[in-house]
């Protein structure tokens, strides 16, 4: 997963590639949770225009991440979702 942000509102340069600024866009997440894939599509993040790479708030990863637990208690092998906030 890309990197989380606390209160992130203007854009930073990117810790991965260092010479991309980001900018505010949706991003595709995908996690492994045991044996469950949870991919989120739409997920407000900031994205590096360089390389790509994306960060996402605390609010919206702790979001992202509990979905993706929740897809590996039920036992689901892959779910692909569209974020809600």
Same mark, same amino acid.
């Given at each position: 997963?890309?990197? /989380?942000?606390?209160d992130?509102e203007k854009p930073?340069?990117c @810790?991965? /590639? $260092?010479?991309?600024?980001?900018?505010?866009?949706?991003?595709?997440?995908?996690?492994?949770r %045991?044996e469950?894939?949870?991919?989120?599509?739409? @997920?407000?993040?900031?994205? /590096?225009? %360089?390389?790509g790479?994306y960060?996402?708030?605390e609010p919206?990863?702790s979001?992202?991440?509990?979905?993706?637990?929740?897809?590996a208690? $039920?036992?689901?092998?892959?779910e692909?979702? $569209?974020?809600a906030?």
């Amino acid at each position: 997963m890309g990197y /989380c942000l606390q209160d992130q509102e203007k854009p930073l340069k990117c @810790v991965i /590639c $260092r010479t991309g600024d980001t900018h505010p866009g949706a991003a595709t997440v995908t996690l492994q949770r %045991n044996e469950a894939t949870v991919i989120t599509k739409g @997920v407000p993040a900031w994205i /590096c225009g %360089n390389c790509g790479e994306y960060y996402l708030s605390e609010p919206v990863a702790s979001a992202v991440l509990s979905r993706a637990d929740g897809a590996a208690g $039920r036992g689901t092998e892959v779910e692909i979702l $569209r974020y809600a906030a």
